[in-house]
Structure formats: C-alpha cells, structure tokens
C-alpha cells in the first residue's frame, strides 16, 4: 500500500512538472534568445508576484544579457511571452498588424489602477485602438517640437530658481524633492497646454524643508 500510494505521489509530481515546463522550448525551437532562471509554473515572474522587483527592472534584466538582439522571449508564468526592442519592429506590432498582436502580456484591472490601465504600454483590443488614434492627433512631429521647447525652457526657469536659492543660502539649501517635482510638472502641464510661462517658480514660497 505504502508502495501504491509514493508511486502515486510522484507520478502526480511528475505529471506536474512537465505540464509547468511543457512550453519551456517554445523560444528555443524557434531560435529567439530567452531569458535565463526560468521556474516551473513561475516563468521568470516570480520576483514581480512577490513584489520584489518593478516591471521595469524585470525587463531590464530580461534585456541586459542580449544587447544586440531585437527581441527577448521570457516566460510569464507558463505563457511565451516577448520583449520587442528594435524600433522597426515595434512599429510593426503597434500599427501594421497590430491585428494578430492586439493582446499584452500584462492586463492591469481598471478598477485597482484607472491611471495605469489606461497607459498605452498596458491598454489593448479596443483601448489601444482608440488611444492610439488620441495620441497620435495630439503627438505629432510638429507638436512634439513645441513641446520640447517648452520643456527646455521650464528646466531653464528650474536650473535659474536653484541657482537663485543656492546664492541666497551660500551654495547649500535643503528641498522637498516631492514638492519640487509637482512645481516641475505643474509649469510644464501649463506651459505646453495654456502658454503659461514660469507658473511655479516665480512666486517667493519655496520649497525648502
């Protein structure tokens, strides 16, 4: 009996492991390189489910061992998935068949994350689509120079307003990086959306702590 039942158990520990591991050669069959530590049932986003790591770290690391390939396969628990990194290609997926590629990897819940969800990185289907078409009337070359104008001259007024600081404290001051960077934020928002200039540097409240 005690034979019957340990075969049982590893027969059903076997059966397991290779449903976990079954699609594990499917970046390698087709000649893509793939990250390695890839773990049964966990793929390579384990550090990211137990929070120990960002989605952007997560990439990174994923990327940083082939520097000189246009694409990156990983696993996302036992799903095959792909980090795209050459332009071209990328250009592809998003806009010329974006049709066979309109599912991303990672769904974020509009209900946990409204801000998040509907980042163009996360969105998909129907949501991608209709931000893609925003985004592009919004950004377009000619707008995207204005922009950057715009934004060289906020971080002209930031750079003149710290220098101004540092003068009158004699080359030290202390900030609150929190409220420097909404001041930041804020005068480029209102610069780039109402030609508001120098909107939050100008006044004589700082932001000292």
């Known amino acids: 009996?005690?034979?019957?039942?340990?075969?049982?158990?590893?027969?059903?520990?076997?059966?397991?492991?290779?449903?976990?591991?079954?699609n594990h050669n499917y970046w390698r069959d087709r000649n893509i390189?793939?990250?390695?530590?890839?773990?049964?049932?966990?793929?390579?986003?384990?550090?990211?489910?137990v929070m120990r790591t960002t989605?952007?770290?997560?990439?990174?690391?994923?990327?940083?061992?082939?520097?000189?390939?246009?694409?990156?396969?990983?696993?996302?628990?036992?799903?095959?998935?792909?980090?795209?990194?050459?332009?071209?290609?990328?250009?592809?997926?998003?806009?010329?068949?974006?049709a066979s590629f309109s599912r991303n990897t990672w769904k974020i819940d509009p209900h946990l994350d409204l801000l998040i969800a509907a980042n163009p990185f996360f969105c998909y289907d129907d949501t991608w689509l209709i931000g893609r078409k925003h985004i592009g009337l919004?950004?377009?070359?000619?707008?995207?120079?204005?922009?950057?104008?715009?934004i060289q001259q906020v971080c002209n007024n930031l750079e003149n307003y710290l220098n101004d600081k540092?003068?009158?404290?004699?080359?030290?001051?202390?900030?609150?990086?929190?409220?420097?960077?909404?001041?930041?934020?804020?005068?480029v928002a209102a610069y780039t959306s109402l030609s508001i200039e120098n909107v939050s540097f100008e006044h004589k409240s700082d932001v000292t702590s």
Request: net charge positive.
């Open 138 to 150: 919004a950004f377009t070359t000619r707008n995207l120079k204005i922009f950057l104008n715009c």
């Open 166 to 187: 540092l003068k009158a404290n004699n080359n030290t001051i202390e900030l609150e990086l929190s409220s420097l960077a909404c001041r930041y934020t804020t005068s």
């Open 33 to 49: 390189p793939c990250a390695k530590g890839t773990l049964p049932g966990f793929g390579h986003t384990l550090p990211l489910l």
């Open 1 to 22: 009996m005690a034979i019957l039942l340990f075969t049982f158990v590893l027969g059903c520990i076997v059966a397991a492991y290779i449903y976990l591991t079954k």
């Open 55 to 98: 989605l952007g770290d997560l990439v990174q690391r994923i990327c940083d061992p082939y520097p000189d390939r246009s694409m990156v396969g990983f696993y996302h628990q036992t799903t095959p998935a792909l980090v795209i990194r050459e332009p071209e290609l990328v250009k592809t997926v998003l806009q010329t068949n974006f």
